[in-house]
């Protein structure tokens, strides 16, 4: 049986002024669960958010962070994609995933500056199965910058320029990054997926246009985790989640193809899909994952 999720969780300011230890979760109000979704519309207001949920001295530190931004560009973007944007730090590094420096978000993706080829950052991409070994998928927010309201894999982000997402020995920092966007995106928290239980499979290397004006050039850690676990979406970063078995994962690409349901599937979640996914879920299944791992390869898709 197809299992949806929806609840409204508001974190939109204590996301990015986050350190790299997870926060304590808030207090969320939960929804009953249905078999289909979609996060409330209209959202919430920011200032209610603020006004409801953050410490008078963390408002005054968001409104800093905020006026700081007044002058920058793109100042029609949504309030909270935009603060992500120009705050946080990919981490930049070469094809051979040599790490040569750092730049913001909002420059990582520019295409026009990912056509000098000098923008090419690690990211990761997150698939996680419960243990009837169905795949969370999301639907990314309409708001998000970069492929909005596209259905991908559970979790797709960056790890940042901060010291506990660059640890390289046994992919440390990634796997970081991934237990932190869980919680920042879908709410799920870190002891539902300790770090030492993703497992690295492999590595991708992929460019994609997004509009126009805004693509991904990444280097793409694919990491896979068995788990159940508690999920409340994040209306800035999820328009809906959903478990898929195969079957009902082989229907959304069929409609994809189709152009059905205006349904769109992100790039690199399809390149998953088409070159490693359904092989993967055997393992999955089987309890061997391991013994598929290659993170020595780098696939260039």
């Known amino acids: 049986m197809l299992m949806l999720l929806n609840t409204p969780y508001a974190l939109s300011l204590s996301r990015s002024l986050a350190s790299s230890s997870l ?14 979704f979609a996060l409330p519309s209209p959202r919430f207001p920011h200032s209610s958010l603020v006004s409801s949920r953050v410490s008078p001295s963390f408002r005054t530190q968001a409104s800093a962070a ?15 994609q935009r603060r992500l944007m120009f705050e946080d730090e990919c981490i930049l590094v070469d094809e051979s995933d040599n790490v040569v420096g ?16 000098k923008m090419l950052h690690r990211a990761f991409s997150v698939f996680l199965f419960n243990t009837k070994y169905e795949l969370l998928l999301q639907q990314r927010s309409a ?13 797709c982000s960056h790890p940042l320029y901060r010291e506990s997402e660059l ?52 280097l793409d850690y694919l990491l896979f985790i068995v788990r159940d676990v508690n999920v409340h979406p994040n209306p800035d970063e999820v328009a809906e989640a959903k478990y898929v078995n195969r079957d009902q994962l082989k229907e959304l690409l069929r409609k994809a193809d189709a152009g059905e349901d205006s349904l769109k599937l992100s790039p690199w979640f399809r390149l998953v899909v088409d070159n490693f996914l359904f092989k993967w879920w055997d393992h999955v299944e089987k309890g ?11 696939h260039k898709l």
């Open 143 to 155: 708001t998000k910058v970069t492929f909005p309201l596209v259905w991908t894999n559970t979790c």
């Open 23 to 36: 926060p304590s979760p808030p207090t969320r109000r939960l929804l009953s669960l249905s078999s289909t």
């Open 102 to 117: 750092h730049e913001s978000k909002y420059n990582c993706h520019l295409w026009e500056k990912i056509l000098t080829g």
């Open 167 to 218: 640890i390289s020995e046994n992919h440390l920092g990634v796997r970081n990054a991934a237990q932190r966007k869980l919680w920042d995106e879908l709410g799920i928290p870190a002891e539902d997926v300790p770090v030492d239980q993703f497992v690295p499979l492999s590595r991708m290397l992929y460019k994609a246009p997004s509009d126009g004006k805004w693509g991904e050039h990444e």
């Open 66 to 80: 905020t006026a700081t931004m007044g002058d920058a560009p793109d100042v029609g973007m949504d309030a909270v």
């Open 288 to 298: 061997t994952l391991k013994e598929v791992s290659d993170m020595e390869t780098i």
